[in-house]
């Protein structure tokens, strides 16, 4: 070789090493990652330096010189740019899902094999279900070096350290809903036992595998290899396995009355990719006082009873009130005649129908059902049932006055139809968070009391303080001009909204959106979740929203693959976050 082409070499050599050092490093996509996992061949003693040199000897990588750069210079335990460090990380998940996805699947199943169900009358720290279920967690732990502790059995807490002394907390749940085992049954007449993971094709049916066990068990496999691949972290790691959470929800303030807690919080209990938002939820108890009916010119009937949601954020699929009467067969037909006025005049997508008894008449709403936090997917039928008995005394003065006339007066003239709050003057919408909603659910009878409820869900963009003030002043408005008997208690809670433009949130989302080809876009939710008062608490996976959600239901499954690339996911994530110089 001449001198000549010596020195073309070398010019051409700090060309390319330079160009590799300039240029953006882009991460593997998911196409690749595909590739990566279809192509790997690694046994139990394979460690992650094998998988990286057998991973870049592959054939497409070989039109990839600034990854192959990156994965060279870890191996030679060289100092990263942060892009070539993502890359790295990502791989580790790789490494991961290939090295443990079996092993995991038979941790999962061992840890739904446990019923850690409610059992009625025992609580959840003195179930010795849950005593077996910590049991297991520890044996795992110990397993796999990691730092275990029973927290009173409240709490599992399963640990990483770092160099310093922030903590980010993993929140998963241990406790699980419990079961109609008749329900546990597919369609083709296969029953499945529910606390026995059952793989059928693509699924693992079983309690319990969706939500949320399977959190708990991507993030122990996932601290294991950062563990045992000696990953530097720089904070803490701690995964916090909640007892309580389908239930009282008290183990994880109570873990905090005796532990710090961690100054950024993720759940793996909710959907992909990252929820930063939730609305506040509010509840305005109107309570009624029982009153004999009073006379309303010739009317004869009166309403005795209404049902409505038997909780506060459920709006039913029907709701049906008693009405007696001299003579319940001309009150029906009068009644049907003006609920076929009032369903034509609003809508028409609900029904009202009265029916005539030996006493009585039995007058029903069918509306469709709905989740409180979404009234847009439901048509209310405790709302229209109020505003049908408001049409009637407008109309006709059909029934004597009581506490159910008062109670649809005052939904008429505060709430209304609409579920905006437009009536009572609170309507507003936040542009990433969504309009807020109200919804007439809760209607109860007890104790000489007659109580309709009303569930709020707001975003941010109003002060508690000031809504509440302004609730409570237009209803004792309403209140002294009608002269109605009425005690009102108004309870709001604060909405919640992380800084979408903050670190923490963002590396959350480019692990999370790269790796399941979703939209860059940050998630917001109408409803509470257990991150919802936790310092920088979100919620990250574990579900996929475009896929039906099967946890609480008969026949739960996970699909494997998703299981998989969970554990792919939180493996990067874990290494995304503990190595961050900063999340704030
Ligand atoms: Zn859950």
């Known amino acids: ?151 009173d059995d409240r709490v599992y807490e399963v640990s990483l350290k770092g160099s310093s002394n922030e903590v980010v907390g993993i929140h998963a749940h241990a406790d699980v809903v419990p079961v109609t085992p008749s329900l546990w049954q597919l369609e083709d007449g296969t029953k499945l036992d529910p606390f026995k993971l059952t793989r059928l094709g693509n699924r693992m049916y079983g309690r319990g595998t969706e939500d949320d066990k399977n959190g708990i068990v991507v993030s122990m496999y996932a601290m294991k290899v950062i563990q045992e691949e000696n990953i530097p972290l720089m904070r803490n790691i701690h995964l916090l396995v909640d007892t309580t959470e389908e239930t009282s929800s008290d183990a994880i303030p109570y873990y905090f009355s005796k532990n710090p807690t961690p100054k950024y919080n993720l759940a793996l209990d909710g959907g992909y990719p990252v929820v930063i938002a939730e609305k506040g939820t509010g509840s305005i108890l109107a309570n009624f006082p029982e009153r004999a009916g009073e006379k309303n010119e010739n009317a004869t009937a009166e309403i005795i009873a209404v049902s409505g949601g038997l909780a506060i954020n459920q709006i039913p699929g029907a709701s049906v009130a008693v009405v007696t ?4 067969k001309n009150l029906a037909v009068q009644l049907n005649k003006m609920a076929k006025a009032f369903v034509n005049a609003n809508g028409g997508n609900f029904s009202i129908v009265a029916d005539a ?22 048509v209310n039928p405790v ?22 006339t008062d109670a649809a007066s005052y939904i008429a003239a505060n709430w209304g139809l609409d579920f905006h709050g437009k009536t009572i003057g609170i309507d507003f919408s936040h542009d990433f968070m969504g309009p807020l909603t109200s919804s007439v659910t809760l209607v109860s009878q007890n104790n000489s009391t007659f109580t309709v409820g009303v569930n709020l869900r707001v975003p941010v963009g109003r002060d508690s303080a000031v809504l509440k003030q302004h609730l409570t002043e237009r209803l004792s408005a309403w209140q002294s001009d009608k002269s109605v008997a009425l005690d009102i208690s108004i309870a709001l809670r604060e909405p919640m909204y992380r800084n979408p433009k903050g670190p923490w949130v963002n590396a959350l989302l480019d692990v999370a959106t790269e790796n399941l080809s979703m939209p860059r876009e940050f998630g917001s939710s109408a409803g509470a979740t257990s991150v919802h008062n936790l310092p920088n608490g979100v919620q990250f996976g574990l579900a996929m929203p475009s896929k039906k959600y099967t946890g609480h239901n008969a026949n739960e499954f996970k699909r494997v693959e998703q299981f998989l690339l969970d554990l792919q996911i ?15």
């Open 357 to 378: 008894r030996e006493h009585d008449v039995e007058l029903t709403v069918k509306g469709v059902s709905a989740h409180s936090s979404e009234p847009s997917g439901g």
């Open 325 to 328: 009467t001299p003579e319940p």
């Open 383 to 404: 709302s229209r049932m109020f505003m049908f008995i408001e049409y009637t005394q407008q109309k006709k003065a059909v029934f004597k006055f009581n506490h159910v």
């Open 570 to 584: 939180i493996t990067e994530m874990v290494a995304r976050v503990g190595q961050m110089p900063s999340l704030e």
């Open 1 to 151: 070789m001449n001198i000549l082409v010596k020195a073309s070499l070398a010019l051409a050599i700090s060309f390319s090493a330079n160009w590799v050092q300039a240029s953006p490093v882009e991460n593997l996509s998911a196409e690749m990652s595909k590739q990566i996992v279809a192509a790997a061949d690694i046994g139990p003693s394979s460690r992650f330096d094998g998988f990286l040199a057998q991973t870049i000897s592959q054939d497409f990588f070989s039109d990839k010189p600034v990854l192959v750069h990156a994965v060279e210079k870890y191996r030679a335990s060289k100092s990263l740019s942060d892009g070539e460090l993502h890359v790295l990380q990502r791989l580790l998940g790789l490494y991961t899902r290939v090295k443990h996805g079996h092993d995991a699947m038979n941790t999962l199943a061992q840890l739904v094999a446990i019923p850690t169900f409610r059992v009625d009358g025992v609580e959840q720290h003195d179930n010795p279900e849950f005593h077996k279920f910590s049991r297991a967690l520890a044996a795992i732990a110990e397993d796999f070096n990691l730092a275990f502790r029973n927290v």
